[in-house]
């Protein structure tokens, strides 16, 4: 009914109406399929793409258009350091890269770099690691971003160290968060050095959003205990905004399934939360071979939680070998605890558990390096 009622000029508009979109609309899905088999074809021939992968990384851009002189792009990187391994990288990860223009947008917010002391190789894999450092805004954010992580850190030098550490500190979100993050560190009492030493240390954290790094703060106080004047508060804080919920709850459970109790549980965190850190594996690993095989209780190695930070591979089960080894053999040597003979270096245990038994076990020098090996 309603069809009928659309006649004379309504219908010769709604006609044209039709037309024309559908024309711009076939000639839109035609200039996209040019620009996207031209696009695969260019990734194939310059940078070694399989099919698959130019496919795949063509897909990704949503709005395609003709690349005027994408080789520009590449020559650019290329005379910056990056191999082709690195412009792959870089292109897979932001295709839209090829449409940049090199004068304005690529060579500003390069030279942005390199003034604050980025060059050679330090550039290139700061970028590679971060190819959104190009798609960013240079006045808007890269800029103001720069220099909230001068006022944080005090100097150009400690803000590459930052950037070397978390390249994506320059493309994430906003400066703002940062600058949020580091007030709430001010208002729980810690000054400039130890603020600037945290983020040295683990600048991913101070990118968490603000209600989260906030929340993380009040956890480590009141759940776990740990004074903010004590050293492994922000250690703590790190450890924790390192882990999902449900793997700390998972974690926690096992040293449960051993007969920790909770006061066992703080008592480790506030002395070495990087205990917490380490995988449920490993954690099983460490409590099967100390509290099963050695007896130790959990008061003991709560209140001496470096014992479980050790690798088993490379330290512990090695030196207990050579210990094992003297013992069998009879001979003197020194009647030290366990966790006394895993605290010393390795240069140390060497000195006093090896190199005086040369002559009657010639072969234990080798064997114990071959164990202790990277």
Same mark, same amino acid.
């Not at 990704?60 to 082709?84: M, R, W």
């Not at 932001?94 to 947008?105: E, G, H, Q």
């Not at 002395?271 to 380490?278: D, G, M």
């Given at each position: 009914? !309603?069809?009928?009622?659309?006649?004379?000029?309504?219908?010769?508009?709604?006609?044209?109406?039709?037309?024309?979109?559908?024309?711009?609309?076939?000639?839109?899905?035609?200039?996209?399929?040019?620009?996207?088999?031209?696009?695969?074809?260019? &990734?194939?021939?310059?940078?070694?793409?399989?099919?698959?992968?130019?496919?795949?990384?063509?897909?990704?851009?949503?709005?395609?258009?003709?690349?005027?002189?994408?080789?520009?792009?590449?020559?650019?990187?290329?005379?910056?350091?990056?191999?082709?391994?690195?412009?792959?990288?870089?292109?897979?990860?932001?295709?839209?890269?090829?449409?940049?223009?090199?004068?304005?947008?690529?060579?500003?917010?390069?030279?942005?770099?390199?003034? &604050?002391?980025?060059?050679?190789?330090?550039?290139?894999?700061?970028?590679?690691?971060?190819?959104?450092?190009?798609?960013?805004?240079?006045?808007?954010?890269?800029?103001?971003?720069?220099? !909230?992580?001068?006022?944080?850190?005090?100097?150009?030098?400690?803000?590459?160290?930052?950037?070397?550490?978390?390249?994506?500190?320059?493309?994430?979100?906003?400066?703002?968060?940062?600058?949020?993050? *580091?007030?709430?560190?001010?208002?729980?009492?810690?000054?400039?050095?130890?603020?600037?030493?945290? *983020?040295?240390?683990?600048?991913?954290?101070?990118?968490?959003?603000?209600?989260?790094?906030?929340?993380?703060?009040?956890?480590?106080?009141?759940?776990?205990?740990? &004074?903010?004047?004590?050293?492994?508060?922000?250690?703590?804080?790190?450890?924790?905004?390192?882990?999902?919920?449900?793997?700390?709850?998972?974690? #926690?459970?096992?040293?449960?399934?051993?007969?920790?109790?909770?006061?066992? #549980?703080?008592?480790?965190?506030?002395?070495?939360?990087? !205990?917490?850190?380490?995988?449920?594996?490993?954690?099983?690993?460490?409590?099967?071979?100390?509290?099963?095989?050695?007896?130790?209780?959990?008061?003991?190695?709560?209140?001496?939680?470096?014992?479980?930070?050790?690798?088993?591979?490379?330290?512990?089960?090695?030196?207990?070998? *050579?210990?094992?080894?003297?013992?069998?053999?009879?001979?003197?040597?020194?009647?030290?605890?366990?966790?006394?003979?895993?605290?010393?270096?390795?240069?140390?245990?060497?000195?006093?558990?090896?190199?005086?038994?040369?002559?009657?076990?010639?072969?234990?020098?080798?064997?114990?390096?071959?164990? *202790?090996?990277?």
């Amino acid at each position: 009914m !309603c069809l009928r009622l659309i006649t004379g000029k309504a219908a010769q508009a709604l006609s044209r109406i039709r037309c024309n979109g559908s024309s711009q609309y076939l000639y839109s899905t035609k200039s996209t399929r040019i620009a996207s088999n031209f696009l695969v074809k260019y &990734l194939i021939d310059s940078l070694g793409f399989s099919k698959k992968e130019a496919t795949f990384t063509s897909s990704k851009i949503t709005s395609q258009k003709t690349l005027k002189n994408p080789d520009l792009v590449l020559n650019f990187l290329k005379q910056t350091g990056f191999d082709n391994t690195d412009i792959k990288i870089l292109v897979s990860r932001a295709p839209t890269l090829l449409y940049r223009d090199v004068s304005k947008t690529l060579k500003p917010k390069l030279q942005c770099l390199m003034d &604050l002391g980025l060059s050679g190789s330090d550039l290139v894999n700061v970028i590679a690691k971060d190819s959104n450092i190009f798609m960013r805004s240079l006045d808007t954010h890269l800029r103001p971003t720069i220099d !909230c992580l001068r006022r944080i850190l005090g100097s150009d030098e400690d803000v590459v160290k930052a950037m070397k550490r978390a390249p994506w500190l320059l493309s994430f979100g906003t400066h703002h968060i940062m600058e949020t993050n *580091v007030l709430l560190l001010r208002n729980f009492g810690f000054s400039n050095v130890i603020i600037k030493k945290f *983020v040295l240390r683990s600048p991913a954290c101070i990118s968490l959003k603000p209600k989260w790094f906030k929340d993380l703060l009040h956890i480590v106080e009141k759940d776990f205990r740990v &004074l903010p004047d004590s050293p492994s508060f922000l250690r703590g804080f790190q450890v924790l905004a390192s882990q999902s919920k449900s793997s700390l709850e998972k974690k #926690i459970g096992i040293f449960k399934s051993f007969g920790w109790s909770n006061d066992d #549980i703080l008592e480790m965190f506030r002395k070495l939360p990087y !205990c917490i850190a380490k995988s449920e594996v490993r954690i099983q690993k460490s409590l099967n071979l100390y509290m099963k095989e050695l007896g130790f209780e959990p008061a003991y190695l709560a209140s001496h939680p470096a014992i479980l930070a050790y690798s088993l591979e490379k330290r512990v089960a090695p030196r207990m070998q *050579v210990l094992k080894i003297l013992d069998e053999k009879k001979l003197e040597r020194r009647k030290w605890t366990l966790y006394r003979v895993l605290m010393i270096t390795e240069s140390k245990f060497i000195e006093y558990f090896v190199l005086p038994y040369k002559d009657q076990i010639p072969y234990l020098y080798e064997s114990h390096k071959k164990t *202790v090996a990277p």
